[in-house]
């Protein structure tokens, strides 16, 4: 089937976080991809208004009248969508653009042969993936039956070695022995603050602590990995191509790898991705990996059978963009069987 037309919205979000959070300025945005046999993808990336103006004012001449017909026809758009954005892309608002686009793409193969991506992608290696909860709302966790969650936690100071005990003491009493605990600290720890806390914690037993330093610490964070053992060092939602994350197995830098599947070049970029995580022997658990997008990838790959998801999203007042996805039910989650990735655009918000 040939591309007829490629359009990327930001859609009219209302539920966002304070202004001086980047999250309120570049937040996701629906990219939908029009074919001659009739079949319309949809895709989801990141990047705001900056990457609807990517897709919509520079990427699109390059795809339409594109054939796509399989994954590698798919990947050789990916690649020249990536080679032309060079100049002001490599990461960031341009990648999450392209990533959208990827979607859509992976979308509409999926429903032009009436199939979930993840049968595209290759054969299910997992039924229900066990889900995480990101957010300390202990009782929501309960509620949703989950076994495994993520508390954010920031440093500013001294008093924060405490909040931290307290925050995963109260998890892992709620949560009792065999749950998974994660904190995110969102480059916020110095590395020094890491390693303490490595012991603080240990009674608890936490599973991995998230983007400890930033991506452009990766000989710090390759030198703090020994000293927080057994602690999983988590990282890669701000990393955005295969050769970032090739880097960051070039310099071992982290015991887990977190892509995120809507920002990090789509199903194509992930799917490099993984490969690289294979070679290096690391594992993977896709940031915002609950989402249809990550599941669909989770289910058809060896990522680590471990989905993020984001329970207060599913509280009223609700602002869902797609319809349709797949929700935690005793602690676990699946995505659908429906062709493509088996959701629908909500109109009512763009
Ligand atoms: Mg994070």
Redesign the pocket.
Same mark, same amino acid.
């Given at each position: 089937m040939k591309v007829t037309d490629v359009r990327a919205a930001y859609p009219r979000w209302r539920q966002l976080p304070p202004a001086d959070a980047w999250q309120a300025h570049f937040w996701q945005i629906a990219v939908r991809v029009t074919t001659d046999v009739g079949v319309t993808g949809y895709g989801y990336g990141g990047g705001g208004q900056p990457a609807v103006h990517v897709v919509n004012d520079h990427l699109r001449r390059f795809l339409i009248g594109r054939s796509i017909d399989d994954d590698a026809t798919i990947g050789a758009a990916w690649d020249d969508l990536y080679r032309v954005s060079i100049p002001y892309g490599r990461g960031g608002v341009a990648q999450m653009a392209l990533s959208g686009v990827d979607l859509a793409l992976w979308d509409a193969l999926g429903r032009a042969e009436r199939c979930p991506v993840h049968r595209l992608i290759g054969p299910r290696s997992k039924g229900r993936v066990r889900a995480y909860a990101?957010g300390g709302d202990l009782e929501l966790a309960a509620r949703y039956g989950y076994s495994a969650m993520k508390l954010s936690h920031d440093w500013r100071g001294q008093d924060d070695f405490d909040s931290a005990v307290e925050g995963v003491a109260a998890a892992r009493a709620a949560l009792g022995p065999a749950a998974q605990i994660m904190i /995110?600290c969102?480059m916020s720890w110095p590395v020094g603050v890491a390693a303490r806390m490595a012991e603080l914690l240990a009674p608890y037993a936490p599973h991995w602590f @998230? /983007?400890v330093a930033t991506p452009d610490h990766l000989g710090e964070l390759a030198a703090l990995r020994p000293r927080v053992k057994p602690v999983l060092l988590a990282g890669g @939602?701000h990393d955005y191509t295969p050769a970032a994350f090739a880097e960051v197995g070039r310099r071992g830098a982290l015991d887990l790898w977190?892509p995120d599947v809507t920002w990090a070049g789509g199903i194509t970029g992930a799917l490099r991705i993984l490969d690289l995580a294979r070679r290096h022997g690391v594992p993977v658990v896709p940031?915002r990996g609950g989402e249809p997008w990550g599941l669909h990838l989770i289910v058809a790959t060896d990522c680590i059978d471990l989905a993020e998801t984001m329970p207060a999203r599913w509280q009223e007042p609700r602002e869902d963009l797609w319809i349709g996805e797949p929700q935690v039910l005793d602690g676990s989650i699946e995505p659908g069987d429906e062709p493509g990735f088996g959701v629908r655009l909500n109109e009512a918000l763009l």
């Amino acid at each position: 089937m040939k591309v007829t037309d490629v359009r990327a919205a930001y859609p009219r979000w209302r539920q966002l976080p304070p202004a001086d959070a980047w999250q309120a300025h570049f937040w996701q945005i629906a990219v939908r991809v029009t074919t001659d046999v009739g079949v319309t993808g949809y895709g989801y990336g990141g990047g705001g208004q900056p990457a609807v103006h990517v897709v919509n004012d520079h990427l699109r001449r390059f795809l339409i009248g594109r054939s796509i017909d399989d994954d590698a026809t798919i990947g050789a758009a990916w690649d020249d969508l990536y080679r032309v954005s060079i100049p002001y892309g490599r990461g960031g608002v341009a990648q999450m653009a392209l990533s959208g686009v990827d979607l859509a793409l992976w979308d509409a193969l999926g429903r032009a042969e009436r199939c979930p991506v993840h049968r595209l992608i290759g054969p299910r290696s997992k039924g229900r993936v066990r889900a995480y909860a990101t957010g300390g709302d202990l009782e929501l966790a309960a509620r949703y039956g989950y076994s495994a969650m993520k508390l954010s936690h920031d440093w500013r100071g001294q008093d924060d070695f405490d909040s931290a005990v307290e925050g995963v003491a109260a998890a892992r009493a709620a949560l009792g022995p065999a749950a998974q605990i994660m904190i /995110d600290c969102y480059m916020s720890w110095p590395v020094g603050v890491a390693a303490r806390m490595a012991e603080l914690l240990a009674p608890y037993a936490p599973h991995w602590f @998230e /983007d400890v330093a930033t991506p452009d610490h990766l000989g710090e964070l390759a030198a703090l990995r020994p000293r927080v053992k057994p602690v999983l060092l988590a990282g890669g @939602e701000h990393d955005y191509t295969p050769a970032a994350f090739a880097e960051v197995g070039r310099r071992g830098a982290l015991d887990l790898w977190q892509p995120d599947v809507t920002w990090a070049g789509g199903i194509t970029g992930a799917l490099r991705i993984l490969d690289l995580a294979r070679r290096h022997g690391v594992p993977v658990v896709p940031h915002r990996g609950g989402e249809p997008w990550g599941l669909h990838l989770i289910v058809a790959t060896d990522c680590i059978d471990l989905a993020e998801t984001m329970p207060a999203r599913w509280q009223e007042p609700r602002e869902d963009l797609w319809i349709g996805e797949p929700q935690v039910l005793d602690g676990s989650i699946e995505p659908g069987d429906e062709p493509g990735f088996g959701v629908r655009l909500n109109e009512a918000l763009l």
